[in-house]
């Protein structure tokens, strides 16, 4: 492989007008056929062959007008009066029905004569008539009165002291995401009108969902701050700029091809969100590895062509099995067969494929067109890691050498200790619930929760299937028995028949638990219900399916908790053949993945103490998205063997040049501690930009995805990784002969391009002043080169 990318390098940098041309060609045929074929992105969460999903399909075939539960464009409004007054005092009352004049006469509401204008109404009129029809009911089929009051109360949309009401509808829309950002500001704005009015008004509900992809603020940050970190690694303003210049582009095909993958398939509003973070990262980080290497190989020939090649036949040979680790953790969310996961990962692995070939072909090409300038607008000087200096690497590695065993259970205890709330791990969707305090969603749920008890937002479906009941009066008979049943569970406010169709061969119960959608109660009630079905099944000869957005939830954030440890499982033994391979070892690898395990499990842990249980106060506490965990593990197992790779390569190379294990491990911190650093600051800073978006789900990956770069490289590669390499001596590079003769031969650390020739004096660089070579260096003893 090095040999192949020395050639690639070379031809790169002496040919940079095609190469350039053709990057720049490809950007601009993309993005021109990405934006005329885009569709709306949406979020999606759900799973085929979930019991909820199963359920669902039974719903549709005995109820075929019911819709999708994530398609459906609903909208609550929740309106409360001032403290010590009702809705229907005359005053609010006058308030309210203008609320509803101006909510009624916005665009893509529902018509006068459709089925969702009698929800338009005062919450007021709505509960009183709700009443009205619950005790004829009740009166025509047996039900006491005291049960028809609990059923009404139960779905009244005005709470018992009738100060809060609800106004629900749903929006003239086919789908979700054909709701106009228009149409949502225009509701806020009779919202605005209503508060003036002395009226509290907060909306929610899917219809209410923004869709536009969010970014922008963050990414310039990050940016800003990586800019700052490769100004101090090469001292250059030109050298700083090159890694920018190809992120940004690698990033910019990355999130177009996202947006015209909208097309073929169903992609969340998260996905370009999570390409672009990955994106920026590794875009930033390849680069810089292949330039340092670059800069380096500038210090042994005049020819730059000649440096190009040599920085991309050992430099771009980790770029390509770092990215290839990243690729397949990524891929490998395929395996858990969840369709939103997959595209997700699917799509950020695109990114960073786009990101490898650009770090490959265009940073050769743009140095080949730099030329003498690719170190220009010096900014400070830069002293070198060539021959033996004794650079903040090799102090570093020195002082872990000191103690290695002392050093490697400290970083162990560290992470373990960091890992243990991982045992309090609680998943979830999102939710209006779950939302930031400051947002309207955020004060309408908890508007709710105080009007009408938590159980409100997290109701179940319970879908009836009597077609197996010929005789009409048993059916109505088996539909009451089960009605029964629900209500008998713990933690159940209500159960009642809220539907049937006109055969009445299918019914629906809505049942309202006591507690909210996120409660452990809740989930126990979901448990119990299934978990009792059969005998239910058996006495009336029904068949039963629980269903709903929180059951579709609860079963999603199941499967992807069942998820993590096989797809952990596969990720780890994919890449763990791969880093064989690059290391040609048994132990190098076997200690990468667990050193991987403790800096997830730290990550976690740490994640759930600031965004589940707030410690610290910075953000409310929350359950956990349900696929965060598996998706940070996914991204932080790439990144982390991307570390591995870059130091453990330079190693390996000194090692198989002459070097003893215990000096190459120093000279692979000569060479790759500054380089390692820089890049692991970049990549913190990048994902912690993210923190300042206003989506929870996007700041709890920002801060994982920080934390995770933190430990890794700090704790795990910079500190665990060297002292057992010391504690391990050669045996750290031992590989079984047959073994040895299986694998292929890829030669990341170069070693058939051979050593490169006698370094330059630093008088050569002062007589040639377009050189991009680095400055005078200060030498510990006399330098050398090995054979």
Not at 139 to 157: C, D, K, R
Not at 278 to 293: E, K, M, T, W
Not at 452 to 460: H, S
């Amino acid at each position: 492989m090095a040999t192949y990318l020395y050639r690639l390098g070379r031809t790169a940098y002496r040919r940079w007008p095609y190469f350039i041309a053709a990057w720049l060609v490809a950007l601009v045929a993309i993005g021109g056929v990405a934006t005329s074929i885009s569709k709306p992105m949406i979020d999606k969460f759900s799973i085929p062959g979930i019991p909820s999903e199963q359920a669902a399909q039974l719903q549709q075939e005995l109820f075929p007008q019911t819709g999708d539960a994530f398609d459906q464009a609903t909208a609550t409004v929740v309106v409360a009066a001032p403290e010590g007054q009702k809705l229907a005092d005359p005053a609010n009352v006058a308030k309210v029905e203008a609320l509803l004049a101006d909510l009624k006469a916005l665009p893509q509401m529902p018509a006068q004569d459709s089925p969702g204008a009698a929800q338009l109404v005062s919450p007021v009129d709505s509960a009183a008539g709700q009443r009205e029809q619950m005790l004829e009911a009740a009166t025509e089929g047996g039900t006491s009165v005291a049960q028809a009051e609990a059923n009404a109360a139960a779905i009244s949309p005005l709470s018992a002291d009738g100060r809060i009401g609800t106004i629900t509808w749903t929006f003239d829309v086919k789908t979700v995401t054909d709701v106009a950002p228009e149409t949502q500001d225009a509701v806020l704005g009779a919202l605005d009108t209503a508060r003036e009015q002395g009226l509290t008004a907060e909306v929610n509900g899917a219809g209410m969902q923004s869709f536009a992809p969010p970014g922008g603020t963050s990414e310039l940050i990050g940016l800003a701050i990586a800019a700052l970190v490769l100004v101090l690694t090469f001292g250059s303003l030109v050298a700083a700029g090159l890694p920018l210049v190809t992120a940004v582009v690698g990033v910019g095909i990355g999130a177009l091809l996202v947006v015209g993958g909208t097309a073929f398939w169903e992609l969340g509003t998260m996905t370009p969100t999570l390409a672009t973070m990955l994106g920026l990262a590794v875009g930033i980080d390849y680069a810089l590895f292949i330039l340092s290497r670059y800069r380096s190989e500038l210090r042994h020939t005049d020819d730059r062509a000649e440096a190009a090649g040599r920085a991309l036949g050992t430099a771009g040979s980790a770029v390509v099995f770092a990215g290839l680790t990243v690729i397949i953790a990524l891929s490998a969310l395929a395996l858990v067969r969840i369709p939103f996961l997959t595209t997700m990962g699917l799509a950020a692995a695109a990114t960073v494929l786009v990101s490898v070939l650009i770090a490959l072909t265009l940073t050769p090409a743009i140095l080949g067109m730099l030329k003498g300038k690719a170190f220009a607008g010096r900014v400070r000087k830069v002293r070198s890691d060539e021959g033996e200096i004794v650079n903040n690497g090799v102090r570093w590695a020195a002082l872990v050498g000191r103690a290695p065993a002392l050093v490697a259970v400290l970083a162990v205890v560290v992470l373990g200790s960091l890992a243990i709330p991982m045992k309090d791990l609680h998943l979830a969707l999102p939710s209006d619930s779950t939302s930031p305090v400051e947002t309207t969603q955020r004060k309408a749920a908890d508007l709710m929760t105080d009007a009408f008890g938590a159980g409100r937002q997290g109701p179940l479906v319970l879908v009836v299937d009597g077609r197996q009941i010929s005789d009409p009066a048993e059916r109505s008979a088996a539909y009451g028995e089960v009605v029964d049943w629900a209500a008998g569970q713990s933690d159940v406010a209500n159960a009642q028949i809220i539907g049937m169709n006109e055969e009445s061969t299918g019914a629906q119960i809505l049942i309202t638990p006591q507690s909210g959608p996120d409660d452990e109660a809740t989930l126990t009630l979901l448990e119990d219900l299934r978990g009792t079905s059969a005998d239910i099944e058996a006495r009336t000869g029904t068949t039963v399916g629980v269903t709903g957005l929180t059951a579709i939830q609860t079963d999603v954030s199941e499967k992807l908790q069942s998820a993590l440890l096989p797809y952990l499982a596969v990720v780890v033994g994919l890449a763990f053949i791969l880093l064989m391979i690059v290391f040609r070892s048994i132990l190098v690898p076997l200690t990468a993945t667990l050193g991987f395990l403790l800096s997830v499990l730290a990550t976690l842990g740490t994640t759930i103490l600031v965004f589940q249980e707030g410690v610290g106060g910075f953000f409310d506490g929350a359950p956990l998205m349900s696929f965060m965990p598996i998706l940070v593990i996914g991204i932080v197992f790439g990144l982390a063997m991307d570390y591995q790779v870059f130091l453990v390569t330079r190693m390996r190379e000194a090692f198989v040049h002459g070097e003893s294990a215990r000096d190459a491990v120093v000279d692979g911190f000569r060479h790759g501690a500054r380089v390692v650093a820089a890049a692991a600051a970049i990549m913190i800073s990048v994902f912690a930009a993210f923190m300042l978006q206003d989506e929870p789900l996007i700041q709890s990956i920002g801060f994982a995805l920080a934390a995770a770069v933190f430990f890794d490289a700090v704790i795990v590669r910079m500190t665990l990784i060297p002292a057992l390499m010391y504690l391990m001596g050669d045996k750290a590079w031992w590989l079984p002969r047959w073994l040895d003769r299986i694998l292929p031969d890829v030669d990341v650390e170069g070693q058939k391009l051979g050593r490169p020739g006698q370094t330059p004096s630093s008088e050569t660089f002062a007589d040639a002043p377009d050189s991009d070579a680095p400055e005078e260096h200060e030498l510990v003893g006399a330098g050398r080169h090995r054979a």
